[in-house]
């Protein structure tokens, strides 16, 4: 899990959202996940605190969009929850989470709901984006840092999505592998080798450095793996593009 965008804080540890809550000492609202909603979340007050209630899909959802959902409640919850007395920048903000949100919900998520592709190997057989082949710059990382050890699944994500992230899908004999997804954003001519390298490179440790800790107090991206993770040789000039260029091609890519 790895991505671009400047609402994130990208020294996480844990990955639920009571963690990302904790971690933020975030106290005026909670999350609630209600199995019933499937398209769409809110938030409301109760009393003295705000409770944002989410799909409880996104219980599954990457690091990065629950930490978009938690911006969202964020933003609201300073103006009380009115739009209108939002600054502008706010707005924007806003509307970006909303739309990735949307993507998520509409895409992805059907891939966490099912966890289950009949055959990745005709699904997924098809690598290549606009600028570079995912399966190219895989095994040249591979052959690099993991002695060409790790095999997975590999897809972009949707266009203009900004999520990246490492799953767990079963085939039709019961059979695991990895898939790892890459977000839309780096599926763009104006992209450099070194910044999809530097998102491959991080998925690819996550099949390298499983989670430690239990399910409620899962740690994803561990002393061990932020460690490995400044091996890559372009680490900084990665971190450097995402701060800088990544949210430029995002907006170019939203409305052109
Ligand atoms: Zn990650």
Known sequence: MQTTLPFINTDHSCDSFEMILFNRNEK??????????TKSWRITKRGSIYIASVPALFNDA???????????????????????????????????IEKELWTFLKGDAELIRMRQVHQPDKHFRHT?????DLKV??????????????????????????????TIITDES???????????????????????????????????????GGIIRRNVHHRE?????????????????LRTDAAKLLRQMRHG
């Open 62 to 96: 990457p690091f990065e969009t629950k930490c978009a959902m938690i911006r969202w409640a964020e933003i609201l919850v300073s103006s009380h929850l009115s739009r209108s007395k939002l600054k502008q920048e706010c707005r924007t903000e806003l509307s970006d």
């Open 174 to 212: 019961k059979e695991q592998h990895h898939l790892i997804t890459i977000a839309g954003l780096y599926n763009h001519p104006a992209t450099p080798e070194f910044a999809l390298n530097g998102v491959l490179y991080h998925e690819m440790l996550h099949i390298a450095y499983p989670p430690k």
């Open 28 to 37: 005026r609202f909670t999350v609630e996940l209600n199995s019933r909603m």
């Open 128 to 132: 290549f984006g606009l600028k570079f």
């Open 137 to 166: 710059q895989f095994d040249q990382l591979n052959d690099r840092y993991f002695e060409d050890q790790l095999k997975s699944f590999l897809r972009w994500g949707q266009h203009g999505s900004r999520t990246s992230y490492h």
């Open 225 to 241: 793996f932020r460690q490995r993770e400044k091996e890559f040789h372009h680490f900084d000039k990665w971190q450097t593009w």
